[in-house]
T-cell receptor, first 112, second 115 residues
C-alpha cells in the first residue's frame, strides 16, 4: 500500500555540518507534511510543517523542501549540533484525513 | 502549561493479562490520539478520540480499545496481551485534529513489556 518512507535509516555528521534528511511519499493526495524529532526516552516533538501549495518553508536552523513532482520531502538542518542527535520522522496527511501517517524514521548522529 | 502526561511510564505484564494506560492531554486540547511504536513497525496509529467519541481507528485488533472522558483525559486498554504487544505506547493531543490543522503534542510514552 502507499506509505511514507525514508531513504536513509542512519545519518552521521560532524558538528557544524549541514544535515539533510530525506523522505519519500507515494500518495499524491497528501497535502500536508510535518517533521518530528524524537530524542531518546521522549515522545516526538514537532519541528516544522509545510502544505502542498508551498515548495519551501524555513524555521530556525531548519528548512523543509517539498518536491511534489517526485513526491519527495527533505529536512535540512544548518550547523548541526550534538543536541540535534535524534530520530527524525516525516509524516503526511492525506487530503481529507485527520490522522497523519508517519514514516519509519531516520536516526541522526552528530559527532562533536 | 503542562504537557501531555502518560502513566505509567513503564510496566511489565505477562501474556494473557490486560493493561490500561492513561493519558492527560494539554489543557484545552480536545483531540487525543494513541500510537504504538516498535523498532520494526515504527509509529502505528491506534485510534483518535474527540469530545469523548472515537473519530478515527487504525488497523489493530479488537483487543485494543480506548475511551475519552469529559475532561478529555483518555485511557487505552489492551486485553489478552501477546508478546508482540511489547512497545512504546504514545499519546498525543491537539487542540483540534481537523484536516491538516497542525501539530500533535506527544507525551513521553508508556513502555510496555510483555513476558
Amino acid at each position: 500500500g502507499e506509505s511514507v518512507g525514508l531513504h536513509l535509516p542512519t545519518l552521521s555528521v560532524q558538528e557544524g555540518d549541514n544535515s539533510i534528511i530525506n523522505c519519500a511519499y507515494s500518495n499524491s493526495a497528501s497535502d500536508y507534511f510535518i517533521w518530528y524529532k524524537q530524542e531518546s526516552g521522549k515522545g516526538p516533538q514537532f519541528i516544522i510543517d509545510i502544505r502542498s501549495n508551498m515548495d519551501k518553508r524555513q524555521g530556525q536552523r531548519v528548512t523543509v523542501l517539498l518536491n511534489k513532482t517526485v513526491k519527495h520531502l527533505s529536512l535540512q538542518i544548518a550547523a548541526t549540533q550534538p543536541g540535534d542527535s535524534a530520530v527524525y520522522f516525516c509524516a503526511e496527511n492525506i487530503g481529507g484525513s485527520y490522522i497523519p501517517t508517519f514514516g519509519r524514521g531516520t536516526s541522526l548522529i552528530v559527532h562533536p | 502549561k503542562a504537557g501531555v502526561t502518560q502513566t505509567p511510564r513503564y510496566l511489565i505484564k505477562t501474556r494473557g493479562q490486560q493493561v490500561t494506560l492513561s493519558c492527560s492531554p494539554i489543557s484545552g486540547h480536545r483531540s487525543v490520539s494513541w500510537y504504538q511504536q516498535t523498532p520494526g513497525q515504527g509509529l502505528q496509529f491506534l485510534f483518535e478520540y474527540f469530545s469523548e467519541t472515537q473519530r478515527n481507528k487504525g488497523n489493530f485488533p479488537g483487543r485494543f480499545s480506548g475511551r475519552q472522558f469529559s475532561n478529555s483525559r483518555s485511557e487505552m486498554n489492551v486485553s489478552t496481551l501477546e508478546l508482540g504487544d511489547s512497545a512504546l505506547y504514545l499519546c498525543a493531543s491537539s487542540f483540534e485534529s481537523g484536516v491538516g490543522t497542525g501539530e500533535l503534542f506527544f507525551g513521553e510514552g508508556s513502555r510496555l513489556t510483555v513476558l
